[in-house]
């Protein structure tokens, strides 16, 4: 294994982030490299830092994501509980957890995050609701996480300061999107730039 | 050849579209399909349409964009005349002298296009000159194009009518970006789009 992991920057409101928590461990491993995962927050980056509007309100290109989602949902096979355009729920419990499962529960974190991304974009579940984010430690026994625990867990100080830290470092290392990926600090945007990402780990970058 | 040509639509000033139509041709040829050139204007459509601002004046975008285009550069072997941070032309000359070449020399105008992006990305030139754009067919003596004619039709109401026109019926496609393609009417955005391109042609959709 190459001692240094992968960073995937996600946020679970992201469709293109969950499309991309799917295949990112399997694309580190064909390279012996692990994935070191991280929350981040688009309201804060692309709202208040970059100053622009949520992808759905944004005339021409909402409806291009639509239909580009639906597109790549059925190349890969994949069945959504949840519609794009559907209520976009508050992601800061569900981010909170995250960091309190990455605290608490260090080398989970990857597979917590994936069955949150499940429960959302699969299953369609709201995880604004603590109830619904502690259900996850519930249906996951394998994570080995105490859901009542982790109720507590995600309103903690702590897992709020731990989500503050988080957002204002990925903006220090230029995270802005979700999938957001670093390869040893090379940075790649989007579900669409993993065969990208790929091919930079094969040849070791050019 | 399959008689519906692929739509791919460009603005001079977008590196991301020089970029693609340096292969749209060959991707396009590979499936016995012709291109359909069409210009658009990216101030029209990201500015005023959608509300957003140039990509070079969005906090940690613009770091991205510039890192991946010299990195896109890299990997195709490109030199390039100008950077992207170098002042952006006005493209308007250079899409109506587009336009007139369509109208009047039509068969042509892709040649004209690539010839234009040609001068502009790897040479350097400043195309808001009309002498500069009447250069490209002086330099391009196989387009055959009379300098002095496309001179006076870019600066023609002809040729600011069709411009018009032809944003116009961009928008009203859900034209975006650039380059964008349309492929029997799906849409792609964007050059890291190619390859999916070609799967969609490859496979006739799915």
């Known amino acids: 294994m190459n001692p240094t992991p992968i960073d995937f920057y996600f946020d679970f409101i992201s469709l293109y982030g969950y499309f991309a928590s799917l295949r990112i461990e399997a694309l580190a491993a064909r390279h012996g490299r692990a994935v070191n995962w991280h929350g981040m927050l688009l309201g804060v980056a692309v709202m ?3 100053g622009l509007k949520p992808l759905l309100e944004t005339p021409l290109k909402s ?3 639509i239909h580009d989602c639906a597109r790549y949902a059925r190349r890969h096979g994949l069945e959504l509980g949840r519609k794009l355009t559907d209520p976009v729920m ?3 419990p569900a981010a909170r957890a995250f960091c309190w499962v990455k605290r608490h529960h260090a080398g989970t974190e990857g ?3 994936r069955a949150v991304y499940d429960r959302y974009w699969r299953l369609g579940r709201d995880l604004a609701d603590a109830a619904e984010i502690a259900a996850v430690a519930e249906t996951t026994p394998a994570l080995g996480i105490d859901a009542h625990a982790l109720r507590a867990g ?3 100080d702590e897992a709020r300061s731990d989500l503050r830290e988080a957002v204002t470092r990925s ?7 979700s999938p957001f990926i670093l390869v040893d600090g090379e940075p790649f945007w989007g ?4 065969d990208l990402v790929d091919e930079w780990l094969e040849r070791g970058g050019w």
Do not use: I, N
Request: no cysteine; charged share 35%.
């Open 48 to 50: 208040k830092t970059m």
């Open 90 to 92: 508050d992601p800061r």
């Open 111 to 113: 597979a917590f995050a």
């Open 191 to 194: 579900s669409d730039r993993l």
């Open 154 to 156: 995600l309103d903690s």
């Open 171 to 177: 903006l220090e290392r230029g995270v802005f999107g």
């Open 63 to 65: 409806d291009y994501v």
